[in-house]
């Protein structure tokens, strides 16, 4: 584990308990929360090189990471935002989406789908399908899509492959899921054990902001807890999720149960690794190596790497 892991987990850890202190137990309204978030992602940079273009799909505002030379490539990564269901949006994650653009040499399509609790599930669901019909509809093949989301992002590219299969429709050629909170009723024992490692995030809280995304739901239901979904029939899966953080056991579990459904899954379980440590890429060196394997795991997906090869034979 690299010093500048040890230093960056140190310093948040603090933040995290002076934050808890002051909050006392009382779950912060949406704004507050939303506030932290761009606040914490503030201190990202977005790499040069990237085009981005703003459209709006099916009244969804997105953007496109178009690095460079794929401009006409039909092959892309749809990215979903982290945030607790609750936050986050293209503004607090272009920095990533982009660096995943470059690394993958893909285009990246990052989007701003609905967020609880003013929209409760099924909302962003909803607007990701919309979506995803929309990329169908354009021209880009099932298999030329990647799905990708972390914390409640990779939740929601769960339950979209989930409807994906329910609907018949093409599946992507893959998914990643970075430490996807896939457990909403936060059963999952990392949720104890690790509540006073975990740099980021304070389990009650995480557990209190649940319901909004669930409305009228049980929080065990396989609609928002795909964890506990019929996980057959999905795409390949390459999860990365880390030793220090709360949510490690959703994606240990989830693991286990796509395996055991048939589904190809790649677990990485990275040592001493904090909640979505990837976006930290320009600091941790454990970053960059985890980017690496995401960029390897979506090149072998859509055949980019065999198109690269022969391009440079010739």
Partial sequence: MSFQNTLMKAYLLRKRRKWDKKLDGRLPEPGVLRKWLVNMMSRFDLPAGVKI???????????????????????????????????????????????LALECRTKVLLIDY??????????????????????????????????????????????????????RMVPPAGAILLSPWVDL????????????????????LVASMAPWYAGKLPLDDP?????????TGLPPLLIQVGTVEIFLDDSIRLAERAKAAGVEVDL??????MHV??????????????????????????????????????
């Fill in 185 to 204: 009723s936060c059963s999952g024992e990392s949720m104890t054990t690790i509540a006073k490692k975990d740099p980021l995030f304070n389990p009650g």
């Fill in 277 to 314: 440590f990837q976006m930290a890429w320009e600091r941790l060196p454990e970053a960059r190596k985890a980017i690496e394997k995401i960029a390897s795991f979506t090149r072998k997906k859509l055949g980019l790497a065999r198109v690269m090869y022969h391009e440079t034979e010739v």
């Fill in 114 to 167: 609905a967020l609880a609790p003013e929209n409760p599930y099924p909302a962003a669901v909803n607007d990701i399908m919309a979506v995803y019909s929309w990329l169908q509809k354009g021209g880009y093949k099932g298999g030329n899509i990647i799905l990708a989301g972390d914390s409640a992002g990779g939740g929601l590219v769960m339950s979209t492959m989930l409807n994906i299969r329910d609907e």
């Fill in 223 to 231: 609609g928002v807890s795909p964890l506990f979904a019929d996980l």
């Fill in 53 to 99: 273009k703003e459209q709006e799909i099916e009244g969804v505002k997105a953007e496109w990471m178009i690095p460079p030379q794929v401009l006409e490539s039909d092959e892309m990564i749809l990215y979903l935002h982290g945030g607790g269901y609750v936050m986050g949006s293209i503004h607090t994650h272009r920095p990533f989406a982009a660096k």
């Fill in 268 to 273: 990485e379980v990275c040592k001493g690794q």
